[in-house]
């Protein structure tokens, strides 16, 4: 085992998935229970977990020590409510107790390298950096996941999304039932409900099809399932916007993995935005943006029946 791990990203469930594996791999289910320790750099100063570090495990032969939310190794500013001894940190790096793995984990998007500590850390620790997975990336973790072909992953994308915990929650549920064959395309349908979000994309593309009746049946489905008609709105303003912008880039010139960067969005979002981008003018959804803001408004002001005013925007569609 290594003494220094660095895991850092904006993907939060990469994160809890690389620190947890090794914790497994470094200690035994007993071992686990003694020799795991854990602090936040927010509340508590870097010297105590190096102490910790330092110290002999209480039971077995390694520990493991989690330092969460190092900010001292970004540049972020205004957090300095703890006193860290960095140069405490500097000496360790050198000098790692050979029975401890130190893992520091962050949220964030990138390390300041130009920073003397951070520098020394990236060189002598084990780094992995969590970062939003690309369509191809999602498809093969799907696929280290479980047995799954590739329609499954298809349909459990269209139908779960793209988020990783949600996705593993399905997939655990998805295992059990398929037990030791290959999940099928069948078995996702059988199981995995449709997330709000997509089912916002299903309106959107039964917009873009101006099939009225298909979205006025949808969002009649939603109300009955207790969907909050504001939320609704927010979300279909959210994807158009996200549509708007796609749409203006690809004129531009850029390519989905270039937007999907840009924009600071997950690289599939943008693909299913640009499969219904063309379907729409930028006078058309500079007009569903403008509906969009007046029925929140009026959703927010007005006494008059909510499902009323949504059903009266999608209506405007027929113009």
Known sequence: MEQLYVIYGTEHFLIKQAHEQIVRRALSDEEREWNVSTYDCEETPIEVALEDAETLPFFGERKVVIVKQPYFLTAEKGKDKVEHDVKRLEAYIERPAPFSSVIFVGTYEKLDERKKVTKALLKKANVIVAKPLNEKELKQWLKGQCQINDDA????????????????????????????????????????????????FTLVEQMAKRDVPAALQTLQDLLKQNEEPIKLVALLASQFRLIYEVKELMKKGYGQQQIASMLGVHPFRVKVAASYASGFSERQLMRILYDLAETDYALKSSATDKQLLLQLFFLKLER
Do not use: C, P, Y
């Open 153 to 200: 992953i298809d349909v459990l994308l269209a139908l779960a999304g793209t988020d990783l915990a949600t996705l593993a929650n399905e997939i655990e549920k998805l295992m059990l039932f398929a037990e030791h064959r290959a999940i099928t395309a069948n078995d996702v349908r059988l199981l995995v409900s449709r997330t709000l979000e997509q089912n916002v």
